[in-house]
């Protein structure tokens, strides 16, 4: 082992670094894995088991803007760990924290807990949104393609902005047969679209959400659904949308009436078409570029804001294409 280098950091006291470091220095303990070397902290330091200059370097530089988070109210979590040491080296510390301290709230929880925007990506995908009347989300699972756009359009439904909010999904059955489930197709589909259930249900409760189903505010169907319909003043969105074929992208894309916003949201990575079926989301994000009042916006592996673990199996798949 190395001479222990201790950082040069001050502390304003005892408490910040007790948040600084975590719940019996969990976060000591990730930012010691993301590094790949020890990392000790007590009440009065921070010491490295390393003589590297540029980890040195690194790792100063993420206290120092965890540190400058704490000192402005802004707390963090593990995923903004993982986030903030993928960003580091190519990112400017004053973006970084621009980040974090200028990011406007979404919505508010149905319990009152404000949501942002976790990554750079998720900031210019709701921008995008906002701007322009058709936007496509493409990226891996777990970026908040699909969850972002539906508390868009809850906010949007609350404010007035929009009369109803429409959720669809092509019925492709992704190795299990939709036929021995029970109902009609739209039974069938339901499943399915489980977490677009889950994102309303967290900002309007079960039984609002229930209630504004019923009403046909809310409608949630099959893309199947959508032939002969013009769809305006309203929010709709397309989710799973690499299993559409062209032919289903045009349909739905042409369903866009006056005072309406879409997004489609899809992995290009993850269809469950036949092997020589072409899908909609792919034709769609070759020919609609550069089109006024259309963004198409792609995340990355660093986007992903589930477990860390999902960025490696991602990784993982990735790597095994090779």
């Known amino acids: 082992m190395v001479d222990l280098v201790k950082l040069d950091l001050e502390f304003s006291g005892v408490s910040e670094m007790v948040t600084l470091f975590g719940v019996n220095e969990k976060y000591v303990k990730i930012l010691s894995n993301l590094y790949g070397i020890e990392i000790f902290a007590n009440q009065q330091e921070i010491l490295l088991d390393t003589s590297d ?22 707390g963090f979590n593990e995923r903004d760990l993982i986030y903030i040491h993928h960003i580091l080296p190519k990112t400017a510390d004053e973006d970084i924290l621009d ?3 200028g990011r406007k709230e979404i919505i508010k929880t149905l319990h009152g807990k404000p949501i942002y925007p976790k990554t750079f990506n998720q900031a210019l995908y709701l921008d995008a949104i906002e701007k ?13 393609k699909t969850y ?11 404010e ?26 739209k039974d069938k589909v339901d499943p399915y ?20 189903i019923e009403k046909g505010i809310i409608e949630i169907a099959p893309l199947a659904y959508m032939r002969g319909r013009t769809l305006e003043n309203a929010f709709v969105i397309l989710d799973e949308a690499q299993n559409t074929t062209i032919n289903q992208m045009k349909l739905f894309l042409t369903r866009l009436g006056f005072g309406s916003k879409m997004v489609v949201t899809g992995d290009i990575t993850q269809s469950d078409l036949p092997q020589k079926v072409l899908s909609g989301l792919v ?10 009042d259309i963004h198409i916006l792609f995340f990355e592996n660093i986007d992903v804001v589930r477990h860390p673990l999902v960025q ?3 990784q993982r798949f990735e790597d095994a294409k090779d």
Request: glycine letters at 8%; charged letters at 20%.
């Open 53 to 74: 200059p540029l980890l040195i370097s690194s790792i100063k530089r993420m206290f120092q803007i965890l540190i400058r988070l704490l000192r402005r109210n802004v």
């Open 99 to 101: 980040l974090f301290l």
């Open 132 to 144: 322009h009347t058709l936007t496509f989300g493409i990226g891996p699972a777990g970026t908040g």
């Open 148 to 158: 972002l756009a539906v508390l868009v359009a809850l906010r949007k439904l609350k």
């Open 160 to 185: 007035g902005a929009i009369k109803r909010l429409v959720l669809t999904r092509p019925a492709v059955e992704a190795g299990e047969n939709l036929g021995f489930l029970p109902g009609d197709l």
């Open 193 to 212: 679209l489980r977490p677009l259930y889950d994102a309303m249900y967290e900002i309007l409760g079960v039984r609002q959400t229930e209630e504004t």
């Open 283 to 292: 034709k769609a994000s070759q020919i609609l570029t550069n089109v006024e």
């Open 312 to 314: 490696t199996i991602i």
